[in-house]
Every structure is written in structure tokens, then in C-alpha cells.
């Protein structure tokens, strides 16, 4: 089966770093578009930042310059670093991908477990 596994979330002060890493597996053919996104108690899912096939990236205005998303296409992982982290960074993040197994299949959309990510005193 194909699907994303994430690790690298926890407990960190303000201003501390995380890094967040996403590895895909099983019968992958391709990997397009990546992303992450989180969501916060009671909030809705936001995109976070996404990475394309050719690798242009796009980030939310709220973590402009303190978050970097990054690929690496051998591995078939994907990292989001994160930088001066504040209180309100506060969520649980998944990281998305678009997979084609083999040639003849359609891509299609997968999602990783979730990792927390906790920003307090």
C-alpha cells in the first residue's frame, strides 16, 4: 500500500525550531504536487506550504520566512523546517502528496497520520 508517514513533531519553546519530515512509500511511480497543511483545535484545515513537481514553493503569509518547505526526490520525502516558532503555530500538521503508482494509473491524492506540534512556555 501506498502511503505517507510523518515524524518530527513535539513540544517546543517560543522561538524554537522543529523540524518536520514526510516519507512515502509502496509502489510509487511518480510524486507530484506536495504540501503541508494544519489544522488547529477548533479550526479548519490550512495549507501551509506546498513544493510543485518542478519545485516552485508557496507559503502562507503567516509563516513567511520562518518556515521552509523541501524535497528530496531520491528519498521520496519531504521536510517542512520551521523557524521562530510562536504560540499560535500551535496544530497538527499533515503532509499531502500526489502519487502515481505505475505508468497507467491515476493520480491520486494521499495524506499523512498527523504529528502534533505543541509551541508553549
Known amino acids: 500500500q501506498e502511503q505517507l508517514v510523518e515524524s518530527g513533531g513535539g513540544l517546543v519553546q517560543p522561538g524554537g525550531s522543529l523540524r518536520l519530515s514526510c516519507a512515502a512509500s509502496?509502489?510509487?511511480?511518480?510524486?507530484?504536487?506536495m504540501g503541508w497543511y494544519r489544522q488547529a483545535a477548533g479550526n479548519q484545515r490550512e495549507l501551509v506550504a506546498s513544493?510543485?513537481?518542478?519545485?516552485?514553493?508557496n507559503y502562507a503569509d503567516s509563516v513567511k520566512g520562518r518556515f521552509t518547505i523541501s524535497k528530496d526526490n531520491a528519498k521520496n520525502a519531504l521536510y517542512l523546517q520551521m523557524n521562530s516558532l510562536k504560540p499560535e503555530d500551535t496544530a497538527v500538521y499533515y503532509c499531502?502528496?500526489?502519487?502515481?503508482?505505475?505508468?497507467?494509473?491515476?493520480?491520486?491524492?494521499?495524506w499523512g497520520q498527523g504529528t502534533q506540534v505543541t509551541v508553549s512556555s
Open positions: 509502496g509502489s510509487i511511480f511518480r510524486i507530484g504536487h
Open positions: 513544493i510543485s513537481s518542478g519545485g516552485s514553493t
Open positions: 499531502n502528496a500526489y502519487l502515481q503508482a505505475d505508468s497507467r494509473s491515476s493520480w491520486r491524492a494521499y
